[in-house]
């Protein structure tokens, strides 16, 4: 049986307007279409939600079910992202740098 691909999409949201935000993870979410299923957290947090819920969902329920984590070029100018990759380091996850 083969083993289907789960990559979650880590980058910057905070501090960017939400339309730049949505527009870089779904650029991204496009391009990855093709190495397996992707997971955009824009697409599952919601925005009244606050930073602490949707870390908790992105960390919790969609890092430990995926088996890879792209990182989008700003990721290292995000709080969350940081976090996010020292998960996926703990649960060996691989790590794709965009």
Known sequence: MKKVNKIYIAGKVSG??????????LNAETDLKSQGDTINP??????HWSWLRCMIVCIYHLITKCNRIYLLQNWKFSRGAKIEVWFAILFK?????H
Not at 16 to 25: G, K
């Open 42 to 47: 824009l697409r599952i947090c919601k925005s």
């Open 16 to 25: 960017l307007t939400y339309d730049i935000a949505y527009q870089n993870f």
């Open 93 to 97: 996850k691989e790590i794709l740098c």
